[in-house]
């Protein structure tokens, strides 16, 4: 099976931090994904990855970077901790184009 | 950006009733898909269904789509409790060769025991 974790379940920042959120798959995966959901709105991309050291924004990438240095692994980065960055973060990662996403369990983050 | 949009927003229905859960959207796709969230938790895959089917079964699960109407629906027969959760329709962009997916804004399935 294919097993996508996130270094955290719940996280709590105060504004003004640097945050990493990390991911790592073991599937060999090309591609991975960084979502955040909130009420109301569902999931929004905000970036993903298909291949080492290849990032694409996705439909909300304000405030937020990416690295992607090894294939197994994808992090999230808040340069500088917001309120309005209080969500539910999830990674995903896929084998190619236009097949099934594999989910972590979520990164739930406060920022104070 | 084309959006899936899941009706209707919330169901609630007794145990051993069936669920019906339907999905518009609104560019070509290759093809479409179905997620389940349990509260709190990360997405799971459910079934994916390509543009040139109409229809799929995976054990209790029933997916058809229509691409003429742009739309899909779901269907989850002889319900349990456990069958709580949120469902999600997913699509992709013919046009794009990302990956990328367009989540609709979900279903909340509540299923009394």
């Known amino acids: 099976d294919v097993k996508v974790t996130q270094s955290s379940r719940y996280l709590v920042k105060r504004t003004g931090e640097k945050v990493f959120l990390e991911c790592v798959q073991d599937?060999?995966?090309?591609?991975m994904f960084w979502y955040r959901q909130d009420p109301g709105l569902g999931l929004r991309l905000i970036y993903f990855?298909?291949?080492?050291?290849?990032?694409e924004k996705g439909d909300i990438p304000e405030g937020y970077s990416v690295s992607r240095e090894k294939k197994e692994r994808f992090s999230l980065i808040l340069e500088s901790a917001s309120t309005n960055q209080t969500s539910m973060y999830l990674c995903?990662?896929?084998?190619?184009?236009?097949?099934?996403?594999?989910f972590g369990p979520g990164t739930r983050l406060t920022v104070l | 950006s084309q959006q899936g949009e899941e009706d209707p927003q919330a169901l609630s229905i007794q145990e051993g009733e069936n669920a019906t859960m339907n999905c518009s959207y609104k560019?070509?796709?290759?093809?479409l898909q179905w997620y389940r969230q349990n509260s709190g938790r990360g997405l799971v895959h459910l079934i994916l269904?390509?543009?040139?089917?109409r229809e799929k079964h995976s054990g209790r699960l029933r997916v058809t789509l229509d691409t003429s109407k742009k739309s899909s629906s779901l269907l989850i027969t002889a319900s349990r409790a456990a069958d709580t959760a949120s469902y999600f329709c997913?699509?992709?962009?013919?046009?794009?060769?990302?990956?990328?997916?367009?989540f609709g804004q979900g279903t909340t399935l509540q299923v009394k025991p």
């Open positions: 995903a990662s896929s084998l190619g184009d236009w097949t099934a996403q594999f």
């Open positions: 990855s298909y291949d080492v050291k290849m990032k």
């Open positions: 269904i390509r543009s040139n089917e």
């Open positions: 560019t070509s796709i290759n093809n």
């Open positions: 997913a699509t992709d962009e013919r046009s794009s060769n990302t990956g990328k997916l367009i």
């Open positions: 599937m060999d995966h090309e591609n």
